[in-house]
């Protein structure tokens, strides 16, 4: 258990290493947490309430983008390893190919986390600062359920690009999800019933299920099921990427 500990640990700390000695880190950062904080400070400088009342809601106002930056970022940056050969000489230095996918998942999903706080904490600050009114004793699901949204679907676009291992089709299988499928799959449901079981898994659809506390499909799920549904979703991935940079060949 040592052992394994042990070579989780500097997995962990090569990819931390990787991950701040990259230039795009800087840029993903600031296009993740100012997709938060832009929305708020627009809505602090241009509602006509006096004075303006902000709220969870209204504070995470751009989690979608902030989302969809989040999953590009962890699409792009895996598949960038694997074209670069990075997993290649990872193999060389650690002990089991697991290793880098590992780590690689952990140090995405807190870096997202961190930009994600990073975020909502300049919303806080420029509300605050303007004179906005700050109502965040109600309404917190729309704080932390978009922040465990964004770390597991960085998470699976982690899982994505090591079994597509393109970093074109890396990017674009989660973002077409995001952006076009998971919304489809909810329309589609409202009147064929052969897609009311696609859509009771699609993330989006209990994300904004727990968010909103509504379920428009009437599926009967529960909060614990949405939960479920979602981190099933991580499991399933990043089991799927292990498996596949265990079987790849590497060139």
């Known amino acids: 258990m040592n052992s394994l500990t042990h070579a989780l640990t ?16 800087l840029v993903y950062t600031i296009l993740m947490a100012g997709s938060l904080f832009g929305p708020a400070t627009l809505i602090v400088l ?31 940056t895996t598949a960038g390893d694997i074209r670069n ?31 994600y706080l990073v975020g909502t904490a300049l919303s806080l600050g ?7 009114e700050l109502i965040l004793g109600a309404g917190e699901t729309a704080f932390y359920v978009p922040l465990i949204g964004s ?13 597509i291992r393109s970093q074109v089709g890396a990017v674009a299988v989660p973002v077409a999800w995001m952006l076009l499928i998971d919304g489809m799959l909810g329309m ?13 898994i699609a993330p989006g659809q209990r994300q904004e299920q727990l968010i909103s506390g509504f379920d428009p499909l009437d599926l009967g799920l529960s909060t614990a099921a949405c939960y479920g ?6 499991v399933v991935a990043s089991g799927v990427g292990l498996w596949r940079n265990r079987r790849c060949d590497v060139r």
Request: aromatic share 12%; charged share 10%.
């Open 10 to 25: 500097h997995a962990l700390r090569s990819e931390t290493t990787k991950l701040f000695s990259l230039r795009s880190t």
């Open 46 to 76: 241009f509602s006509s309430g006096d004075p303006v009342t902000m709220e969870w809601a209204k504070l995470g106002y751009g989690y979608q983008i902030f989302q969809l930056i989040a999953v590009v970022f962890a699409a792009a």
């Open 85 to 115: 050969h990075m997993h290649a000489q990872a193999f060389l230095t650690q002990r089991g190919r697991w290793q880098w996918v590992g780590a690689k998942i952990i140090v995405t999903m807190v870096f997202v986390a961190a930009s």
């Open 126 to 132: 420029i509300s605050a600062a303007s004179g906005a």
């Open 151 to 163: 770390m597991v679907f960085a998470a699976v676009s982690v899982g994505l690009a090591c079994v």
């Open 188 to 200: 589609a449901a409202e009147s064929m019933e052969i897609f009311r079981p696609l859509a009771m």
């Open 229 to 234: 549904i979602i981190l099933g979703w991580l």
